[in-house]
């Protein structure tokens, strides 16, 4: 399977029915999965941090929820995960392309894509980075258990060496 | 109090009178103390909102996409102002279920009340602009007439109402995640 086929795999595995996501190159096919697939429930919001609302209503009406976006995505909910999400108890699993790190081009995206993971240790949020296709699926699946039976969201953060590189380095 | 806007305490009133058991979605400060000022203290169904300033609708949203109960947001305009772009994702999905309240009061009211300096931006107009019903009330009775319509009929509107700034005493419980799970256990536990 590709690595987009074992994440859609892993959110249903963890019970997830409503998927909130913003577009990113590298998470288009994931998101491609979901969409097309009716296990899921999807909103394409305008911003980031309308998905972690999205998700907290979604968990507060009965339903797991799950965020796709970039990791420059993940910097724009900073706010709503802080101030609501982690204080108030409400999970959702986030799984992210990062951006900022391996085989980076752009400068833009290295303050937060290469922090990502601290920023996140930082206001509460525990995660994790996947570099390889092989633990994807456990990784993303044991995620969503650990997010939904502790009540506090988790974020999986992908790497390229998972959803394949970008070609502008190497123009 | 005498420019001929409505009071936010009987609006509130209204929704509660008009929608029983709808879960209420309230903005951070002002909304949510006007709404636990006129609440029963035991309405698990008052999610109130205790930061996360912009995102008050999409809670709205998600939460009406994942519940046949009645949902109703009260949001305000200072709020809606840093987030218009929810506007356009409500009307992609449009549920039934979901009524959005505007409280508009110009100002910046639970921070000190500071002028928005937005009176030249037409709220309602932006969400018919983004695809919803929309329209702007300036009195109680305007409010309770335009609710009743909005519950009644299908897909979302927008209910953008003129109040005059108020400064509540009560405050919703503080224990914020007792907040969140009273709410979800009534919606998930209590209903069929």
New interface residues.
């Given amino acids: 399977m590709t690595w987009s086929e074992d994440t859609a795999e892993a959110l249903a595995d963890a019970g997830v029915e ?1 998927v ?1 996501y913003l577009p990113d190159s590298k998470m288009d096919a994931l998101i491609g999965e979901v969409v097309g697939d009716d296990r899921f ?1 999807t ?5 980031e ?15 797991r ?1 799950a965020l796709l976006c970039q990791s420059s995505g993940l910097a724009n909910t900073f ?2 995960i ?3 999400s982690v ?4 999970p959702f699993l986030g799984v992210v392309t990062r951006r900022g790190n391996l085989g980076e081009f752009n400068i833009a995206q290295v303050p937060a894509g290469y922090n990502m993971d601290k920023l996140l240790d930082d206001v509460g949020v525990r995660n994790t980075v996947v570099s390889d296709q092989e633990n994807l699926r456990e990784t993303v699946s044991l995620a969503g258990e650990t997010a939904f039976s502790t ?1 506090s969201p988790y974020v999986v953060l992908l790497e390229q060496t998972v959803t394949g590189r970008k070609s502008e380095a190497t123009k | 109090m005498t420019d001929g806007r409505a009071n936010q305490y009987a609006c509130t009133e209204s929704v509660l009178d008009i929608t029983p058991d709808a879960a209420v979605v309230s903005n951070l400060g002002v909304a949510s103390y006007v709404l636990a000022s006129v609440s029963d203290p035991k309405r698990a169904r008052n999610f109130y909102q205790w930061g996360s300033m912009g995102v008050t609708t999409a809670v709205g949203l998600g939460l009406a996409l994942s519940t046949d109960e009645s949902v109703t947001v009260l949001d305000g305009d200072g709020s809606l102002l840093m987030s218009l772009g929810v506007l356009s994702t409500v009307a992609r999905y449009d549920p039934d279920n979901l009524t959005v309240v505007i409280w508009a009061n110009d100002v910046y009211g639970t921070t000190g009340g500071q002028s928005l300096q937005a009176s030249h931006t037409d709220f309602a107009g932006i969400a018919e602009n983004s695809g919803l019903n929309a329209v702007t009330v300036q009195d109680t009775e305007a409010f309770t007439g335009a609710y009743r319509d909005a519950t009644e009929s299908a897909g979302v509107t927008v209910i953008v109402c003129h109040v005059d700034p108020v400064d509540p005493d009560a405050r919703p419980s503080f224990d914020f995640p007792y907040i969140a799970r009273r709410a979800r256990d009534s919606l998930t536990t209590e209903t069929s």
């Fill in positions: 409503l909130a429930e909103v394409l919001v305008s911003r941090e309308e998905a972690v609302g999205v998700l907290v209503g979604a968990w507060v009406g009965g339903n929820g706010n709503a802080s101030s609501l204080p108030a108890r409400v009540q």
